[in-house]
């Protein structure tokens, strides 16, 4: 890839005969992988390593590892004894059943199908 800066925080990308528009400031990509995640895209590494940044500015606070470590701050109260659960009636009279069938792993096997012209293998 290479990386041609267009002013301070924009930058034209090219990758494989493709020209991508990055807006660092506005952390945008023309490639729209880099908005939904807020994760950087290849453009944007690619502009990062070529101006020496950071990445870790780049990313969302959600996957910065002090956000994830204030998941666990939250205490979690442990249950009391399944005797002294207070469960409505109407739930516990629901009976859950499991799945009709169980689909088998791996790929499904051919099943001959007949035209008029000719014999087809369709996936079933």
Known sequence: MTVEPSTEFVYTVHDRGRRFILN???????????????????????VNKKKNLVAHDYCSDLFKPETVLKTYDIPV??????????????????????PRYKRLPGRPKKRPTHTRDRLVFMYF
Not at 24 to 46: G, R, V
Request: hydrophobic share 35%; charged share 20%.
């Open 24 to 46: 660092l400031n506005s952390k945008t990509c023309s490639c729209n992988m880099f908005q939904p995640d807020e994760i950087p895209c290849p453009h944007a590494w690619a």
């Open 77 to 98: 109260d442990p249950l009391p004894d399944e005797c002294e659960w207070n469960i409505p009636k109407n739930i516990l009279e629901d009976v859950v059943l499991p």
